[in-house]
């Protein structure tokens, strides 16, 4: 089983449709929690953070956490066809500590206009 | 301010060749972190850096693998005798304080340096 897991997607919505993100983790002890965007042959920019139980919402972005089920998910509201990217979940703490990001595969998502 | 620089920004290499990959972090950045992206894969944690030690070095997959970091800046990956199976992209990123107890610091990502080896 992999620590932290994605659908590799693609998930293709319309523009301004709502994208839903899922991500599991597998180490119960995790404390933080990110999102990333990756455009095609770009490094990552962290998008969201998320460390408790609940919603943390930062303009059309939207993490939800639920540590009892081990999921974090990231909703995207009207997307645009710029939102087009792979989206990395990250998480730390637990077993593998706090100096070191585990990643997800990505979500491949794509907006169409 | 500048961000994360990664030189060079691709390195096409003969199996086994030596290649030295460089990093340039957020100046003030104490902490550093390598990784590593395949084709399909996920990102993979090498090393961390704070200052110039490196307390967390369980990624590295193999004694071909070392990493240096000196003056608490720049820091270099260097592969020895390089193996197909070493081809990726090599993400290099640095935070502010690093860990601080139970806390993880925003890590910044340069733009990488794509590795083909031949």
């Known amino acids: 089983q992999k620590e932290v897991e994605q659908n590799s997607g693609p998930l293709s919505v319309p523009e301004g449709a709502i994208a839903s993100l899922n991500c599991t983790y597998s180490d119960r002890g995790s404390q933080s929690f990110f999102w990333y965007r990756q455009y095609s042959g770009k490094s990552p920019e962290l998008i969201m953070s998320i460390y408790s139980n609940g919603d943390k919402e930062d303009g059309r972005f939207t993490a939800q956490l639920n540590k009892a089920s081990q999921y974090v998910s990231l909703l995207i509201r009207d997307s645009q066809p710029s939102d087009s990217a792979t989206y990395l979940c990250a998480v730390t703490g637990g077993d593998t500590g706090f100096q070191k990001l585990v990643f997800g595969t990505g979500t491949r998502l794509l907006v169409s206009p | 301010g500048a961000g994360v620089s990664q030189s060079p920004s691709n390195k096409v290499t003969e199996k086994g060749k030596d290649v030295e990959l460089r990093c340039d972090p957020i100046s003030g950045h104490t902490a550093l972190y390598w990784y590593r992206q395949s084709l399909g894969q996920g990102l993979e944690f090498l090393i961390y850096f704070q200052g110039n030690s490196a307390p967390d070095k369980s990624g590295l997959p193999s004694d071909r693998f070392s990493a240096e970091r000196t003056g608490g800046s720049v820091s270099t990956l260097t592969i020895q005798r390089t193996q197909q199976e070493d081809s990726a992209v090599y993400l290099c990123?640095?935070?502010?304080?690093?860990?601080?107890?139970?806390?993880?610091?925003?890590?910044?990502f340069g733009p990488g340096t794509r590795l083909t080896v031949l």
């Open positions: 990123a640095s935070s502010l304080r690093g860990t601080s107890g139970a806390s993880t610091d925003t890590q910044y």
